[in-house]
């Protein structure tokens, strides 16, 4: 007999309620989850997963990517007495000021700015004048008053002066000052206009010999610019010379290949204090040398000479002279703790089958030096020694360099190398020896000009460089001591700019030293490189498989809701219908 379940109505009612009040739970619990994971969860993940970025000058760098130099340059003019009247000195121009502009491309341009002080000469310099040598003379002028670093005085003398030769106007001695003679189309009685005028031209020219030429500041650019093809003598000498470095280390070698022949003895260190330090010492303000020496025995050249019958001797042609220095840097060794360039120069003694050994030049003709130089790596001495004994002689020979002759070239060759070469002299020039230092202080004052420029040049390159790089990959970690780095190379910078403007050689080149350092510190950071090859598709690969177990029932749960809201809506908009 089939009997009928009755359900009461009340238990009905409170499943009804009890299974409402699970859902309402249900969503109260999903909707819980995911404003705790959209408010907290993600706010944290994203601030803990970010990658920090310092805050860098972008405004800044961005101004110095487009770079206006402006060089200013003051010389002092001196009328000695003769070369104007008494009514002209009274007309006598305080100062006048020349400016000259350039504009090498399209980020980059060069203003020239000359300061030009005239005034008569004083009794004392009246005195130094007299002196019987323009090399008396320009001593004579320096112990009365020396000039600033940058700076030059221009000595005009009468066309009557004995200091100079019959076909010399101008002479420039080993300090800051220079001669020039008054021209004979000029005399005392013209007007002072005229005077000026020819003088002008004459002036321009001594302050390109002694400061600056367009063409030393546009080799000096070169890191920035690309140079014009026309200026192949500037193209050279910059390809020639070593990049503008804190330091540099200097190895002196003695390569004696036949120790059994040759005993050698080199009296290296005192060569260097008497003819290598006074150099270094008075380039102490562009860098720091540290220098030191060997001997290399066994050591050959790599190349094998051709002997010439005609002239009883070994040679070298220019073509070999590249392949004698592979095999021997080989041996040569280098400073590991060290990351400045290295300048080598050897003395290469030829064994006593290949003696006597010269080298060619490319008209075949014997070289007077008997070396070269290779650009931005060194030079090559040979040295022979056949004709300090004779063929009765019992070997091995005990042998004494020359240390003033070696001295002598390679002094000439650490001076190319580092970029101490003065521009080819106008005709009517005369150009007094650099002396016991090796270097004068107007060659000074060039080198520093060119290598201020440089090292700016060299560092608005690297900071703009790093700067599109990081904006370019987000990723890379940008730490507050990179950041005080950029920061220092941009105020250095821009110190350096305005000290260049002003005429302050000495602080414009140590700040520029100071804005290549931290520049290059920035962009050769180790910390750079810690995300640089993590993209973002491994991330995805990484959080994925994190964040999708978890996200798949939040969103499914929130979609529910939301398809219950709809549904809810719409059966109250039924009933009311």
Avoid at 138 to 154: A, I, N, Q, R, Y
Avoid at 323 to 348: D, Q
């Amino acid at each position: 007999m089939y009997t009928a379940k009755q359900t009461h109505p009340f238990s009905s009612l409170t499943e009804m309620a009890t299974a409402e009040v699970e859902r309402r739970r249900g969503q109260l619990a999903a909707l819980s989850i995911a404003v705790v994971v959209i408010v907290v969860g993600v706010p944290l993940w994203w601030k803990t997963t970010e990658t920090y970025r310092a805050w860098l000058p972008v405004s800044q760098i961005n101004e110095l990517s487009n770079l206006q130099l402006q060089l200013s340059a003051d010389v002092e003019v001196v009328f000695a007495r003769g070369t104007i009247t008494p009514e002209q000195q009274k007309k006598v121009p305080l100062a006048r000021t020349q400016e000259e502009e350039h504009t090498v491309d399209g980020d980059t341009g060069l203003r020239y700015r000359y300061e030009t002080r005239y005034r008569t000469a004083t009794i004392m310099e009246e005195d130094a004048l007299d002196q019987p040598t323009a090399a008396e003379a320009d001593l004579s002028l320096h112990t009365l008053s020396e000039s600033p670093c940058g700076s030059l005085v221009v000595y005009v003398i009468p066309e009557s002066s004995s200091l100079l030769p019959q076909d010399v106007d101008v002479y420039i001695g080993q300090r800051r000052t220079a001669l020039l003679r008054i021209g004979a189309q000029i005399r005392v009685g013209k007007t002072l206009d005229l005077l000026l005028a020819h003088l002008e031209p004459r002036i321009k020219q001594v302050l390109q010999v002694m400061s600056f030429s367009h063409s030393d500041i546009t080799a000096a650019l070169s890191d920035r610019v690309r140079l014009s093809p026309g200026n192949k003598e500037s193209i050279a000498d910059s390809m020639r010379t070593f990049k503008s470095s804190p330091g540099y280390e200097i190895t002196f070698s003695l390569l004696n290949p036949d120790p059994k022949s040759h005993r050698l003895h080199w009296d290296i260190e005192g060569a260097v204090q008497t003819y290598i330090q006074p150099l270094l010492t008075k380039l102490a303000s562009v860098a720091n040398f540290s220098i030191d020496s060997q001997t290399l025995y066994y050591a050959m050249l790599g190349v094998n000479p051709r002997f010439d019958s005609s002239l009883g001797a070994y040679t070298l042609n220019p073509d070999s002279l590249a392949h004698m220095i592979n095999p021997v840097e080989a041996r040569l060794g280098s400073n590991a703790a060290s990351s400045n360039p290295v300048l080598n120069f050897l003395l290469y003694v030829p064994d006593a089958q290949h003696s006597p050994l010269h080298i060619h030049n490319s008209k075949k003709q014997e070289v007077p030096t008997n070396a070269f130089h290779s650009p931005r790596w060194g030079g090559i001495m040979v040295y022979n020694v056949e004709g300090f004994y004779g063929p009765e002689a019992v070997f091995p020979v005990d042998l004494n360099i020359n240390m003033a002759k070696v001295m002598g070239v390679f002094l000439a060759q650490l001076r190319l190398l580092l970029g101490v070469q003065s521009s080819t002299t106008p005709s009517g020039f005369l150009v007094a020896p650099c002396g016991s230092t090796g270097l004068a202080d107007w060659e000074l004052d060039r080198l520093m000009w060119s290598r201020s420029v440089e090292n700016v040049a060299t560092a608005t390159t690297t900071i703009t460089s790093l700067a599109q790089l990081l904006d370019q990959i987000g990723n890379i970690v940008i730490n507050d001591n990179i950041a005080e780095q950029v920061s220092n190379a941009v105020t250095a910078l821009q110190l350096a700019v305005a000290e260049l403007e002003s005429g302050n050689l000495r602080f414009a080149l140590q700040y520029s030293k100071e804005a290549i350092l931290a520049s290059e510190r920035a962009f050769f950071d180790p910390s750079l490189l810690h995300l640089l090859y993590f993209p973002d598709d491994q991330k995805f690969a990484i959080y994925i498989p994190l964040f999708l177990p978890m996200c798949v029932p939040i969103l499914l749960s929130l979609l529910k809701i939301v398809s219950d809201a709809r549904q809810k809506r719409r059966e109250k908009q039924a009933k009311k219908d």
